[in-house]
């Protein structure tokens, strides 16, 4: 049985490498074009299972030729597939990223296919009652609903990724025993003027054990009922920031499995979320826990 499983979005990208971001109607020489695995919850679990963890992948692909891919790609970084379900005859989720070489920046163009909604299986159910920790990011709404509650039932940790305003995030919140909201979430959905009062106002009115704000280069603030406390960034030199949020949950997860307290936690997964960006692709540049280490006792830092 995996300690870390997940419910969510799963994308098949086409990264697309560029000089500089072109221009509206023009054209404009691509450096490469590589296609990656991508999406929060997914991704995430690839970062995990690159550190170390036991990982599954709990969702439907189809048979398209994204949907092999990604498959495989699970496959080939550790993340088991035995509770993923292939409904035949349909599109898989697909995204196009422009990455800006000059300002190290990305922009990201989107298909959801059309994938319909799916219920748990019984063996599903049973690898979220046996895991350690459930991984969501607000995709899947029927499963994900279905399984917070059988994660509740069995002291399975819920670490939600909060990074979209998808319809139905609400339900989900209350279950959430780690709530990770990159910043803009967390302000849109509050209405807070600044990212301390909003961690506050989530933290009080769906009660998690903590609340982890990400603010990307600034790195990022948590709160867990007495004390607002930061955690660093760390300076690279970046090559690719796509999937730098996603192996930051994937990371976090590591640490809940392996008993990190949720400080450290955060350190720990904002150094993972550094050294992914100083390489190309989501998946292929989360870092082993090795290389983290490394990182971080370069820069004195024990965990």
Known sequence: MADIV??????????????????????????????????????????????????????????????????????????????????????????????????????????????????????????????????????????????????????????????????GVEDLLPYADVLIPSEEFALKFTGAKTAQDAIKILFDKYSPEVVVITQGKHGGIMYNGSEIKSYPAFTVDAVDSNGSGDVFHGAFAFCIANGYNYYKACVFSSAVSAKKCTKLGARDGAPSYSEVMEFLKERGINV
């Open 6 to 167: 997940g419910i969510g979005a799963n994308v098949c990208d086409t990264l697309i490498t560029v000089p500089l971001y072109p221009t509206e109607d023009t054209k404009l020489r691509a450096n490469s074009v590589v296609q990656s695995g991508g999406g929060p919850c997914a991704t995430g679990l690839v970062a995990a299972s690159k550190l170390g963890g036991k990982c599954a992948y709990i969702g439907t692909l189809t048979d398209d030729g994204a949907g092999v891919f990604l498959m495989s790609d699970l496959i080939k970084y550790g993340v088991l597939t035995d509770y993923v379900t292939v409904d035949r005859g349909h599109k898989s989720f697909t995204s196009y990223i422009c990455l800006a070489m000059d300002s190290a920046t990305r922009t990201c163009v989107f298909d959801k296919g059309d994938i319909p909604q799916w219920s748990l299986s019984e063996g599903q159910k049973s690898a979220i009652a046996n895991a350690k920790v459930l991984m969501i990011d607000g995709n899947e709404m029927q499963a994900a609903l279905e399984a917070v509650k059988i994660a509740k039932a069995n002291s399975t940790k819920v670490l939600y990724d909060a990074g979209g305003l998808y319809d």
